[in-house]
Every structure is written in C-alpha cells, then in structure tokens.
C-alpha cells in the first residue's frame, strides 16, 4: 500500500511537471523595406542574403519601392525572379507613359502579380493576409496628411499608390481616399510590421541622409497648411528615426551616389550587389534568429 502510494505521488508530481513545462515557438519575424525610388535594388541583394541564411520571413511592411518589391515578394516572387524583373523593365519609360496618362505602372503590377498567382491579381477585394507572406502596404492620404496602410484591395493599385510621389506621379484613390508615397510619414514603418505582431524586426533602409527629430509643429493639417506644416515640421523624421532604433537587424546599404532615378541597368546591378554585401554584413545575427524562441 506504501508503495502504491508513493508510486501514486511520483506520478501526479510528473504530471504537473509536464503541465507546468513552458513551450516554445519560433519568434515571429517581420521584414520591412523602406522607400527609395531607383534604389529598391538593393532590397533584392539584401533579400538574397535572407534565403541563403534560411530566414523564414512572416510579414512584410512596405513603403514606396518598398512596397513594390515587398508586395511582389509576399505574392510568391523570390530574389532571383524580382532581380530579372528590376534588370529587364524599362522603368524610366514607364514612368514617361503614366505622366502622360494613367494606368501603366499598375497594369504590369497587375500583369507580374499574375504570372505569381493567379488568385491574386485583378481583384478588389484581396486581404493582404492570404498572400503567401501577409503584407502591408504604407501610404499618405494627401488630403489631410494621414497615414494609410492598406491590408486589403487591389494588390496592384495599392502598390501602385505607395509609390506616387506628389507633382512626379498622380496620386491613387482608394475608398475616397486620394493616395500617394507613404515615405511621406512613415519611409521605415517597423511601427507597422511590429502592430502585425512581429517579435523580431528586420529593416532594410535606403535612405542614407539622417536628421535630427524637429520638435516644431503648426499642427495644420489640411490643404496647402498641412504640406507646409510637413515641410516645416517634418513629423516623418521622427517616425524615422524612431522606427530605426526600435529595428532588431537593421541594413543601411551604402548607396551614396545613387538617385532614385537611377533604373539604368547598369546601376541597378550595381545597387544589388551593395545591397547583398550589407546584408552580408549582418549574416551571423541573420542565421542567429533562425533558433531564437519565444514562450507561447
């Protein structure tokens, strides 16, 4: 009966041990690709370093040509496709023909968005979820200088809307909103990949020049006031080097000389690679991610 007794204890005691153990997952991790015009190339060199440490991305943020790379990277493209995509489009052509009229640039979002999958293109009500990567997509209301970061749509136009830089490119309505480049409030959106629950963040910034956060605020924001109040105030360099700091693994190619113009082929191969030796750069906290675990 002793025995009974204290082989009963041992097993309660093992049981509650097992119930009390802790369990782990993988730590959720988000990539976020910040604005930059031309300079996109180098996410496709900073995204290759990704798959060669096996990095298993669970959300993408985007903004500008960041959004653009992201969108086409959640939707199934990897960084060897979007490299022949950047090398093979005549961007600057495309660019001339939606100044003259509008609808270019998203028909061959469109058109590449399909050759993924064909569940994902020329549909208006897509939730960014169901990509293969889920995905947000930042941009800039222009009529009362808001951020907008869309999760649902056309995967094309909202896209296509990040990217439209005021006076360069029309601005995008969606939902009675008129769209344009998120870079405007938000070029680095960690804040947005970190509200999609991301635990660890990983940011690739294009932007090479760093300010000060301005403190000064006309707190104006509809109309001519409110372009004025940005000019003035610049509330995107706060949220910028906020976004920096918060970043977990944060790459910073060196593309001094490069401009967001500069789609020669030519300098896009360049761009890659600089944007590959960066990632390079952070490869052993890279492969180091890959095991971090997080208690459920």
Known sequence: MKRFQ????LTVLMLLSIV???????????LVLGGGGAKG??????????EEAGV??????????????????AAGYKAEQ???LFRQQAWLNLFANETLAAGHIEAMFDDVICKADSNYCRTDSLQFDQLRIPYRCVTVDIRNME????????????MRASMAVPIALRAVEIDGRKLVDGGMLNN?????????????????????????TREFSLKEKIGIGGVLDWLISRPDWRRYNDNRADADIYINPDLNGFSATDFQRTDIEKMIIIGEKAARQQAKK??????????K
């Open 82 to 84: 979007l490299e022949q």
């Open 286 to 295: 890279l492969k180091k991610i890959k095991k971090t675990k997080r208690r």
């Open 20 to 30: 009390n153990t802790p369990t782990f997952a993988r730590q959720k991790i988000g």
């Open 147 to 158: 951020e907008v970061v869309l999760a649902e749509g056309k995967l094309a136009k909202a």
């Open 188 to 212: 680095l959106p960690v804040d947005v990949a970190r509200a999609m629950g991301a635990d660890i963040v990983i940011a690739i910034d294009l932007q090479q020049a760093k300010h000060k």
């Open 56 to 73: 298993k991305v669970d959300y993408i943020v985007g903004t500008s040509i960041g959004a653009i790379v992201g969108g086409m990277y």
């Open 41 to 50: 190339a180098a996410h496709i060199g900073a995204l290759k370093v990704l």
């Open 6 to 9: 204290q082989n009963l204890l």
